[in-house]
């Protein structure tokens, strides 16, 4: 079975127990934590992954680094080491994420801009970009590109809309070159 197939039903089981506890946001928080850790600690995944380093050890580091986890995704992550799959964390925290916010009728998305947007520029363009995407709402997180020029662009999903002046740029530059041919 793939990776993507495996983190998706671990996933999907993690869901199923969020929604019976009601817990769905606070193990969201923690997963996305844990993927952070997972991804930037190096050595973490290296001891996870070690033949030699046994299964009581590795959930012994486990419960020592992240004792304030939550019981069901502490049962996850023990469930994972014993089943070798512990390198399937930030997938599965991906698929986790998808999941909540499908339920939630939300989606993530990124806004690059200049400079920085004030709260309140983000909560107008959350508004107006959930529109267009047919959802309830989003999640904006600004990143600053100050090759944009000016303007924004905006990803949610797989689905960018530029309306930055660099973008306006390039499309001008397509059109004028392909009208030279």
Do not use: C
């Not at 769905?24 to 997963?31: P, Q, R």
């Not at 033949?51 to 590795?58: C, E, F, L, W, Y």
């Amino acid at each position: 079975m793939s990776g993507s197939a495996v983190s998706k039903r671990y996933a999907s089981a993690l869901f199923d127990i969020a929604v019976e506890t009601s817990q769905i946001n606070e193990i969201e928080e923690e997963l996305t934590v844990l993927k952070e850790v997972f991804r930037n600690e190096a050595g973490l995944q290296e001891v996870l992954s070690h033949p030699k380093v046994s299964a009581a050890k590795k959930k012994e580091l486990i419960q020592q680094s992240f004792g304030a986890l939550s019981e069901s995704v502490l049962h996850t992550i023990f469930l994972l080491i014993d089943r070798r799959r512990s390198s399937i964390v930030p997938d599965l925290t991906d698929e986790f994420i998808k999941l909540a916010n499908q339920a939630r009728q939300t989606e993530d998305a990124v806004v690059y801009s200049v400079k920085p947007l004030s709260e309140a520029e983000m909560l107008s363009l959350s508004q107006v970009f959930a529109k267009k995407a047919g959802i309830a709402s989003l999640r904006i997180r600004n990143e600053v590109q100050t090759d944009l020029i000016g303007g924004i662009k905006v990803r949610i999903g797989n689905r960018i809309y530029d309306g930055s002046v660099s973008g306006k740029l390039e499309r001008m530059e397509r059109q004028l070159a392909g009208g030279n041919r």
